[in-house]
């Protein structure tokens, strides 16, 4: 089972790809808070969800948002977006990073939380009838509205068709290996994610994962002090 923690003061990057610190905005451009930490998984150091401080908006202080909910802001560079509103946020469940520690407390927040959210790309809370974005009924009639849509259709998907045209690119450009134990990889510019930012704070964390772990006590890479006890047998040995 994957252990989760956050990565606290650690410091994973240099100051400027560290994404901590960005503001994060919701629907129409409303400022949510400013990403606080991340919770990553100790085996991949994939990140999962990024912690949001709002800065006493909210009642819990903070919340989290999940990775794949999250994309790079097109109208503040550096910072992030999310289809969130204020009311949405104070249905979700409350976060305590105290229920990292138990992965059974983990795996419930994550079921309530989860369950909050629906697959349909119209975000509709669960908890309640509203939508966030308009019904068809609601557009039906606007012909300025039906323009936007189509537009908005033929910018997507020609924002896919170059991304996909940036990834075909990216495999045919170099069959590279970094060997294991190297510090640093060549990060591509036309890398596909969120943003250049976020994929660039995800490299720099998966280069770093065994330093950002070093200090967990419960997870598959195993205890601080176990390792510790192996690296002096190890030296032992070698004596």
């Known amino acids: ?16 790809e560290d994404i901590r610190g960005s503001k994060v905005y919701g629907m129409d451009d409303e400022k949510l808070g400013k990403i606080d930490d991340v919770i990553f998984d100790h085996a991949t150091a994939n990140i ?3 912690v949001v401080d709002t800065g006493g908006w909210l009642t819990s202080k903070k919340f989290v948002v999940p ?3 999250l994309r790079a802001s097109t109208e503040h560079d550096g910072d992030f977006s ?4 204020k009311d949405q946020i104070e249905a979700l469940p409350p976060y305590d990073e105290n229920d990292l ?4 407390k983990w795996e419930e927040y994550q079921s309530r939380y989860r369950s909050k959210w629906e697959a349909d790309p119209v975000m ?11 019904t068809t009924q609601q557009l039906e009639g606007s012909r300025s509205a039906v323009r936007d849509a189509e537009t908005s259709s ?3 998907l020609a924002d896919r068709e170059q991304a996909e045209a940036a990834v075909d690119a990216a495999s045919a450009a170099s069959d590279r290996v970094v060997p294991a134990g190297v510090d640093s990889v060549v990060i591509s510019t036309s890398a596909v994610g969120i943003g250049g930012r976020w994929d660039t704070f995800q490299a720099r964390l998966r280069e770093r ?8 006590g419960s997870c598959t890479v195993g205890p601080a002090s176990t390792r510790g006890s192996e690296n002096v047998a190890t030296e032992k040995k070698a004596v």
Request: hydrophobic content about 30%; charged content about 30%; proline content about 6%.
């Open 82 to 85: 999310a289809d969130l509103t």
């Open 209 to 216: 994962r065994k330093e950002a772990v070093a200090t967990c």
């Open 124 to 134: 509709h809370r669960k908890a309640t009838d509203r939508n966030v974005t308009p």
């Open 67 to 69: 990775a794949e909910r």
């Open 154 to 156: 033929r910018i997507h």
């Open 1 to 16: 089972m994957p252990h989760y923690g956050t990565l606290g003061a650690y410091d994973v990057s240099d100051p400027a």
């Open 101 to 104: 520690q138990s992965e059974g």
């Open 48 to 50: 999962e969800y990024v």
